[in-house]
């Protein structure tokens, strides 16, 4: 299993990114995808979670982004994305994806230890 993030970059205070977890090695609609985020110096925090089919592909959120971010798939392209809107300096963090071989993840997708990770794409918000 091989995940590979990109599409982070500097943007200003207000602005949108889109994200993107291209999977390799499974089919992101039988597997929990899930973006974390780390700032220095702080937690891993779970940012957005897209279940499994067979879970009904429900998404959840992180308090702090309900609202401004929107998690999607492409079964097409294998791949997983999320829109972040209207970020704020405090987004400012090395964003993850991740997955386990369980499949479906839940309401507690943000405790479910993860063994799959990818490498991360840095966004940086300005003031």
């Known amino acids: 299993v091989q995940l590979v993030e990109s599409g982070g970059g500097l943007v200003q205070s207000g602005g949108s990114l889109r994200l993107s977890c291209a999977a390799s090695g499974l089919n992101v609609d039988d597997y929990a995808i899930v973006w974390f985020r780390q700032a220095p110096g702080k937690a891993r925090e779970g940012v957005s979670c897209?279940?499994?089919?067979?879970?009904?592909?429900?998404?959840y959120y992180g308090d702090s982004v309900k609202g401004r971010f929107t998690i999607s798939k492409d079964t097409a392209e294998n791949a997983v994305y999320l829109q972040m809107t209207n970020l704020k300096p405090v987004d400012t963090a090395v964003y993850y994806c991740a997955t386990e071989s369980r499949g479906a993840a839940g309401f507690l997708w943000a405790t479910i230890p993860y063994e799959f990770w990818g490498q991360g794409t840095q966004v940086t918000v300005s003031s």
């Open positions: 897209i279940d499994s089919r067979g879970n009904g592909g429900t998404t």
